[in-house]
């Protein structure tokens, strides 16, 4: 069993930050890569940033400069700082994990999902 725990989203002004976290735990062999995603109202779900265990990063051009991904390997969590916030940044969040279960097969596991709402 894999649990993801997220926390960190809410109601900000437009130039406003915010901290997301998304905490792993559970039967994971190898952790490789964590990440965020969103999804606004009547959009495809689309990649914020990811970080592969080795820390190499990867961020779209619509976040990049504002939005930094780190991850603490010792406690299995990801974190997502979100400065300069946008009204198109208001969506749901969502945490990623890429991971190797026991078994050897990857698994791809999602968390429930954080709302962010940016307003003007």
């Known amino acids: 069993q894999v649990q993801l725990v997220e926390s960190g989203g809410g109601l900000v002004q437009a130039g406003g930050s915010l901290r997301l976290s998304c905490a792993a735990s559970g039967s994971m062999f190898s952790i490789n890569a964590m990440g965020w995603y969103r999804q606004a109202p009547g959009k495809q779900r689309e990649l914020v940033a990811d970080i592969t265990s080795g820390g190499t990063t990867n961020y779209p051009n619509s976040v990049k400069g504002r939005f930094t991904i780190s991850r603490d390997n010792a406690k299995n969590t990801v974190y997502l700082q979100m400065n300069s916030l946008k009204p198109e940044d208001t969506a749901v969040y969502y945490c990623?994990?890429?991971?190797?279960?026991?078994?050897?097969?990857?698994?791809?596991?999602w968390g429930q999902g954080t709302q962010v709402t940016v307003s003007s």
């Open positions: 990623n994990v890429k991971f190797r279960s026991s078994s050897g097969y990857m698994i791809d596991y």
